[in-house]
């Protein structure tokens, strides 16, 4: 092993550590304590901690040291608090309901997203929008880690289905009056057909027509087709008039 042993030791919460020279170039030594099972139930918070037993170069034992000066970090913090996740108190959302996971805590370390099991570019406090199966890992400078499994289902398109009436050159023309309520148009297509109805009650179609205008009872057929994995595949309404 190129490890180098040294004696300074750590001592923290009553035990005590070896320091041992970290593997590759420069003079980095770590000390790594392990909290016992037994005491978990130890205040988190900040811990006294000492070291000791090592020397300068000329062999002159120094002074025990009760504080760290290793660029930011000065104290030794025990945190077993994993992250607070707000906005996601459920397990199921449809497509369409706001989640905007965040957090109050400041000692976010990683926060990972994966959608149907890829990992998707994302920061805490951004939209979740899309259907999918998602798993959100967030873990905290102390390695304590929060979990949150949800899933967007689709959603059914919703739309109201009416007939306007035009008077052209005292012709009566209707047509089928469209609204989507609920999606964008570029996530559907709509397939509109007009049928008339027979002598025997039934309907003769679909018509090649873009609206109706001669005497007689029709019905209108309207389908929207989704285009988007956000919206349910299709929906169908049909509508009776007469001319």
């Not at 980095?28 to 205040?43: F, G, H, M, T, V």
């Not at 760290?68 to 309901?97: C, F, M, Q």
């Not at 499994?149 to 289905?161: H, M, R, T």
């Amino acid at each position: 092993s190129n490890k180098d042993e040294r004696t300074f030791i750590l001592n923290i919460n009553n035990q005590q550590v070896k320091f041992i020279r970290s593997q590759g170039a420069g003079y980095e030594y770590i000390a790594e304590y392990k909290i016992p099972e037994n005491e978990s139930n130890l205040k988190e918070g900040e811990l006294t901690f000492e070291i000791f037993g090592y020397k300068d170069l000329t062999g002159n034992e120094g002074t025990p040291l009760t504080i760290a000066t290793h660029n930011k970090y000065n104290k030794v913090i025990y945190d077993r608090t994993p992250i607070v996740i707000s906005g996601l108190e459920k397990e199921t959302y449809v497509y369409g309901e706001e989640i905007v996971p965040s957090t109050k805590d400041t000692d976010v370390k990683s926060v990972v997203l994966t959608r149907n099991d890829e990992k998707i570019e994302y920061e805490l406090g951004d939209k979740i929008e899309n259907v999918g199966k998602y798993k959100l890992v967030v873990t905290d400078k102390a390695g304590n880690e929060t979990v949150k499994e949800f899933e967007i289902v689709s959603k059914q398109i919703e739309f109201e289905l009416s007939i306007d009436r035009e008077i052209e050159f005292d012709n009566f023309e209707k047509t089928a009056n469209i609204k989507v309520l609920n999606a964008k148009e570029n996530d559907y297509e709509i397939d509109v057909r007009y049928y008339i109805m027979r002598e025997d009650g039934t309907f003769y179609g679909p018509l090649k027509v873009d609206y109706a205008k001669d005497l007689g009872e029709y019905k209108v057929k309207v389908v929207i087709k989704s285009k988007s994995e956000n919206y349910i595949d299709s929906i169908t309404k049909e509508l009776r008039f007469k001319i």
